[in-house]
């Protein structure tokens, strides 16, 4: 093992032997209790809260778009709220991708919030930039960016009308830059889920940028991690009807070491369970090659990876490889792809499921007499084989069956009609229909998900730390 | 002698655009040898036929006694194009879970596999 290298420009830090990263939030819409109880359970150097998936940077998008102050993810707002007092007088630090693709915006939200709470002083925000791509999309495509879809190889042209937005993937370096700079809140735009956990490691141990079996062990802690209580004890398969308290569910902290060893553990005095089967789980979430896991810092290697029982609720994670990346971004674009709703009706016992076969034959001739296109109508029958098709076999006579029809396709005004097809059926279909309750279906405007790489040479971070 | 994967993994599933992926992990580390021999490619193939409209991609995990499965065009297009209750692949890991192993008896026995006599009911090419 090579000593760590020293970055210059940094102020002097702790040379600490552990350093704990804690999970609170595992996507926007996650607990709301779980960030205080990170900071508040025991000690932490770090919280973490991960908001972002694919497509939340469109919705944001649209917010901006009405709104040039909003396009964050205001949960943030009211979790730096419930976290004060730990960040101002504890040392606690805090990253985030909260930002959106308004990280300015959000940064001025915690302003305002730290003014109220009279701890302006004691808040150093840092605002990572650069990797919203949307105002440059043109220059790129015309100096040669095709942003090809990765998975269908058209070139970005063929929507680019109808793009919503474009942002490029970036990784732990702003971060550590906004660490080293002092900030005590970082926030940032589209980073990888797994920097804002590799960051603080990377800063705090003062790992070199090639160093990459460490920085790799540092992404593999942010994945086991960033799914909140997923790794702890939450949708774990695994002995599951044993799982203890999960109403009181502890989220998973990394332990980290200089070494790139780390332990995952959860405060004392909370359910759930941190094990070799539930980290398993969670490191084979979303999985693709477990050879090359790719980002923006380094290639981690899955078939690397050590799991060990290491006392109750904590487990060791060692022997990680990496290599260098590539000298792609991988970019998120979102995109109008057409509209979309998804009704339901309820038929009960007896034959409850020839009843719901026959309303679906029913519905589908009257849109199709209605003249009324679509580019896919799907039909599923919950609690029969919505989920596994025909792997579920046959059917016995159930209680119920959810009849459930989406409609998707370019044509607003043919899914709005399909929504109005629905509730007849409850009078002039097949008997025994119930649970229409809710009302007509709601239509959706399909933002779909595209993505590209780009070079990354062509993607500069700004980092500006506010006092 | 047949051998339900239920009784010797577990799995967890995700999503990737259009794919979705099952991790299948061995609920004994000494099980794991069972899964690497005979949840094959084409036996997951097979499970699979006609619930996904592409290819599969297997992968070793030794050291997590994991395999990892890629199953294109499993998802109706995926992300937020699915019209379907799992777009998002959630519950492909307990499909996964329904595939029941033929493993040689002696080696069956020789691993301590829960073997089981009675074709499960819900396996769909042994229908009622």
Not at chain 1, 230 to 237: A, D, V
Not at chain 1, 343 to 357: C, F, I, M, Q, R
Not at chain 2, 62 to 90: C, E, M, V, Y
Request: with cysteine; glycine share 10%; charged share 20%.
């Amino acid at each position: 093992m090579t000593a760590p290298s020293t970055t210059s420009g940094a102020p002097p830090r702790i040379n600490k032997s552990i350093v704990r990263v804690a999970s609170g939030q595992g996507f926007w819409g996650d607990w709301l209790e779980a960030p205080r109880r990170q900071v508040d359970g025991g000690d932490v150097d770090y919280l973490m809260l991960d908001y972002l998936a694919e497509v939340t940077m469109s919705i944001l998008q649209k917010q901006k778009e009405r709104d040039p102050n909003m396009g964050y993810a205001r949960d943030f707002v009211g979790a730096i709220e419930s976290v004060l007092p730990a960040v101002a007088k504890r040392g606690v630090r805090v990253i985030a991708n909260a930002g959106g693709v308004n990280p300015p915006a959000c940064a001025a939200a915690i302003r305002q919030v730290a003014h109220k709470h009279g701890v302006s002083d004691a808040i150093r925000i840092g605002v990572v930039t650069g990797d919203d791509l949307l105002p440059r999309l043109d220059e790129l495509i015309a100096s040669g960016h095709p942003l090809a879809n990765m998975e269908t190889g058209d070139a970005l042209s063929a929507v680019r009308d109808r793009v919503l937005s474009a942002n490029a993937y970036i990784g732990s370096t702003p971060i550590v830059e906004a660490l080293g700079k002092g900030a005590n809140i970082v926030i940032t735009g589209r980073s990888t889920d797994t920097a804002l956990t590799m960051a603080p490691l990377r800063y705090e141990f003062q790992w070199a940028a090639d160093d990459w079996d460490r920085l790799a062990a540092g992404i593999i802690a942010g994945h086991i991690i960033e799914c909140g209580a997923q790794c702890s004890g939450g949708n774990c398969l695994y002995d599951w009807q044993n799982i203890p308290d999960l109403a009181n569910v502890g989220y998973p902290i990394v332990e980290g070491s200089p070494d790139g060893s780390f332990v995952i553990y959860k405060h004392p005095n909370t359910g759930g369970r941190i094990s070799v089967p539930s980290v398993s789980e969670q490191l084979v979430y979303e999985m693709g090659d477990p050879h090359s896991y790719i980002t923006p810092d380094v290639i981690a290697d899955f078939t690397s990876i050590h799991l060990e029982q290491a006392g109750e609720n904590r487990v060791r994670v060692f022997g990680i490889k990496g290599r260098p990346p590539t000298d792609s971004l991988k970019v998120s674009i979102a995109y109008r792809a057409g509209f979309k709703a998804v009704g339901t009706l309820v038929y009960s016992w007896p034959d409850a499921l020839p009843k719901a076969e026959l309303a679906d034959r029913v519905l589908r001739e009257r849109l199709d007499r209605l003249g009324l296109r679509f580019e896919h109508i799907l039909t599923e029958f919950v609690g029969v084989s919505a989920t596994h098709g025909p792997l579920a076999g046959e059917a016995h006579d159930p209680p119920e069956v959810q009849l459930r029809i989406g409609v998707r396709g370019p044509d607003k005004a043919a899914v709005e009609r399909f929504t109005r097809e629905l509730a007849p059926l409850v009078l002039n279909g097949p008997p025994s229909v119930t649970g229409f309750a809710g009302g007509r279906p709601k239509v959706e405007e399909i933002v779909a998900y595209w993505p590209a790489l780009i070079d990354k040479r062509v993607v500069q971070t700004t980092v500006e730390v506010l006092t | 002698m047949k051998v339900r994967l239920l009784d010797i993994a577990h799995a967890r599933s995700g999503d990737k655009g259009d794919t979705a992926n099952v991790g299948v992990i061995a609920l004994k580390p000494e099980w794991y040898s069972v899964l690497e021999r005979y949840l094959t490619l084409d036996r997951v193939t097979h499970h699979f036929h006609g619930v996904i409209t592409g290819p599969i991609e297997r992968y070793e995990l030794p050291n997590l006694r994991a395999l990892n499965f890629l199953l294109h065009g499993a998802l109706d297009g995926g992300g937020t194009l699915s019209l379907k209750t799992d777009a998002q692949g959630k519950v492909f890991s307990t499909a996964m879970l329904r595939l029941v192993l033929d493993v040689p008896d002696d080696e069956a026995k020789a691993a301590g596999l829960p073997g089981v006599t009675v074709w499960p009911s819900y396996q769909r090419s042994q229908r009622e």
